[in-house]
């Protein structure tokens, strides 16, 4: 029913910084400053990607260079007191890289961010080379979208085809991003399937009812927030 969603090629930045295997410590960090960014990928051959140096394996240098940790430290951190030796970013790298497809949504590509705990991921073809970057900011870009945009997806996508006008009167309206449906419903069985629907529509912020009264399948009149809230609750104690 709902359109096509936006992809990582639509929000990633094409024009990359990367760098190779070999390059030295300070190449890196030079980088980093020049392009201001936390992370670079690494790549050999033709482009392929096969690793990431972010700031976080570069600070193990630093926090331990002027230190002797005991051995207990030096058993629980030993990767990071590799990287505090080493010179290359074919050492430094965090291998394989976590990278994503151009074709991915962006839902996608934000559940990877969040699950690895990453700020950007390199964005690879079907072989690994490298074709852009897309970071969290990137991601965000879908809330920049207009609220008549989002209003009319909504109608488009959603309201006509749950709520018909043979049936309904529904109305939709945003503002910042919030949908906020309103006017008579027949079946308010399909108020949480709306909500659902809704909240997939990309760019929207949150969906509200209004505290009107709806009139109920059966004729009887119907507090559309309240149904929904009682659906919400069952639907928590179900997952508990």
Known sequence: MHGSPHIVSDVMTHTVAAIGRGASFKEIVRMMQDWKVSALPVLEGEGRVVGVVSEADLLP???????????????KRLSDLAKAGAVTAGELMTSPALTVHANATLAQAARTMAH??????????????LQGIVSRADLLKVFLRDDEDIAEEVRREVVSYLFPASTSSARVAVRDGVVTLSGRIRDTSLVPVAARLIRAVEGVVDVEFDRAEHSGSLGRTVDVTDCLSVRHSAGNEKST
């Open 61 to 75: 240098k630093e926090e331990f260079r002027d230190s002797d940790p005991d051995r207990a430290t030096q058993l």
């Open 116 to 129: 690895a705990k990453v700020k950007r991921l390199p964005v690879v073809d079907d072989v690994g080379m």
